[in-house]
């Protein structure tokens, strides 16, 4: 155990032992003299016990009491220190995963987009019109059906086609829960709504920090079965080859899926 571990069980121990020594025992003495008399309680009733008693368990007639409640108080002070070095561990252990992961998706778009990953600079927010585009939704429906129809793969959001970050601010103006839990809700959405709620469980979305600013990107499992993006006017086929995405007509979606049973 490192000297660090060892100073806040210790730290947790005196504490501990503390309340259950300052705090716990004059009160459990208060509580046990309303209890063995049968007294009503009344707050000044209570204030003027708590004096009494207060002095009287400080003295040397009450160490036994005090010397049990002192130990009780030190031993759940150890248990919290021990609780309280797992607890960081866990939290370091995370920390470190998150920074590895980071630097997975660092590495992801330094590499460019290709036959698994997608850059998209934003699902609403129109960059080169500077206005909300909802078309942008369905581009976003397409390209993450497209994935699910292939082998699966990683749409990353907030990042233009040459791989600059450019983060999700301009995109949380366009929702009315302006931060990382509606820009979730708003994903699903898309997704739920032109390719139905069963595509919502083959989609994992996560956030991560890069140059200080927010980037989104959605883990796409590859489907066992055909999925189709119905816009409320078409319904199309749509497949990921290379690092593009593109629309199958109804021979070559044919054509298509029976490759994929071979």
């Known amino acids: ?59 040397f007639d009450m ?19 021990l609780f309280w070095i797992n607890l960081k561990k866990k ?30 600079s934003s699902i609403r927010y129109d960059y080169y019109r500077k206005i909300t585009n909802r078309e942008l939704e369905l581009v976003i429906a397409k390209t993450i059906v497209s994935f699910m129809n292939a082998k699966g793969g990683k749409l990353i959001l907030g990042v233009d086609d040459d791989g600059i970050i450019l983060g999700l601010e301009k995109d949380f103006k ?20 032109p390719l139905g709620h069963e595509a919502c469980f083959s ?10 600013k927010d980037v989104c990107v959605i883990h796409i499992k590859p489907s066992n079965k055909p999925v189709y993006v119905n816009d409320g006017e078409n319904t199309t086929f749509n497949v990921r080859t290379g690092n593009a995405t593109y629309p199958l007509t109804v021979k070559d979606t044919v054509d298509y899926l029976k490759t994929q049973k071979v």
């Open 1 to 59: 155990m490192t000297y660090r571990n060892i100073k806040i069980i210790l730290t947790h121990l005196f504490i501990g032992a503390g309340i259950f020594y300052f705090l716990v025992h004059p009160f459990t003495m208060v509580l046990y003299l309303f209890e063995f008399r049968s007294t009503v309680f009344s707050f000044s009733l209570f204030q003027e016990v708590l004096k009494e008693r207060l002095l009287e368990s400080f003295t």
């Open 63 to 81: 160490r036994g009491m005090g010397g049990l409640l002192t130990l009780l108080g030190g031993f759940l002070g150890i248990v919290s220190g």
């Open 91 to 120: 939290k370091e252990l995370i920390g470190t995963q998150q920074r590895l992961l980071v630097q997975d998706i660092e590495k992801l778009i330094q590499a460019g987009e290709n036959e698994r990953v997608e850059f998209k």
């Open 174 to 193: 366009t929702l009315k829960h302006k931060n990382r839990d509606g820009y979730e809700r708003e994903i699903f959405r898309i997704i739920s709504t």
């Open 203 to 212: 989609n994992h979305i996560s956030f991560y920090v890069l140059e200080e």
